[in-house]
């Protein structure tokens, strides 16, 4: 069978997927600005008319290895393993609306917002001499994820960090 590029899947497109055949219904291509473009692809199954549908969440609060959000159109409440997450569980925060990517009012995909604010709860001082090449620096955000910044960026302060890369942007604006 050939095969695609994401780029090329427009609407009307019929692909072969997880054992049946798919024709895309509504595609969107997104160009964030830091990290590679990419197309968001709405699916219908051609033989029995399932679709992959995406729904907006607010995350609510965290129980034991759950995570628990509320649907924002219904206002229903699911709970989902930390699990499914993964290890950018750590990015959550309170009210923080993500996307579910369902299948069969059941999901199968979660994607959090590219870019989050968190402060600066510990971060080691700039070492004299250091080149402006080597001079990032180890910080711990509240969340204990350690990231690099600049030598200028201290504890209490808040910076932009991209959730896939976690990695450091830019001092957040006050």
């Known amino acids: ?36 473009a990419f197309n968001q692809v709405e699916l219908k199954n051609l033989v029995d008319g399932r679709e992959l549908e995406f729904k907006d969440f607010s ?4 129980e034991g290895g759950n995570l628990v959000f509320m649907d924002l ?34 999901p199968i995909s979660i994607r959090l917002p590219q870019q989050v604010t968190l402060e600066i709860v510990e971060a080691d001082p700039v070492v004299k001499g250091q080149t402006a090449a080597s001079s ?17 960026i201290g504890a209490g302060e808040k910076i932009v960090v991209d959730t896939n890369e976690v990695s450091y942007l830019r001092r957040a604006e006050a």
């Open 1 to 36: 069978m050939p095969k695609l590029n994401g780029n090329q899947i427009a609407p009307g497109a019929v692909i072969s997927h997880d054992g049946g055949l798919w024709v895309a219904v509504k595609t969107n291509s997104v160009k964030p600005g830091k990290g590679g």
């Open 59 to 62: 995350f609510l609060y965290a």
């Open 73 to 106: 159109d219904t206002y229903d409440q699911i709970e989902l393993p930390r699990d499914f997450v993964g290890e950018r569980a750590a990015f959550l925060q309170d009210g923080m609306k993500v996307t579910l990517q369902m299948h069969e009012a059941r």
């Open 136 to 152: 990032y620096k180890p910080a711990v955000l509240e969340n204990g994820l350690r990231v690099l910044v600049p030598p200028f």
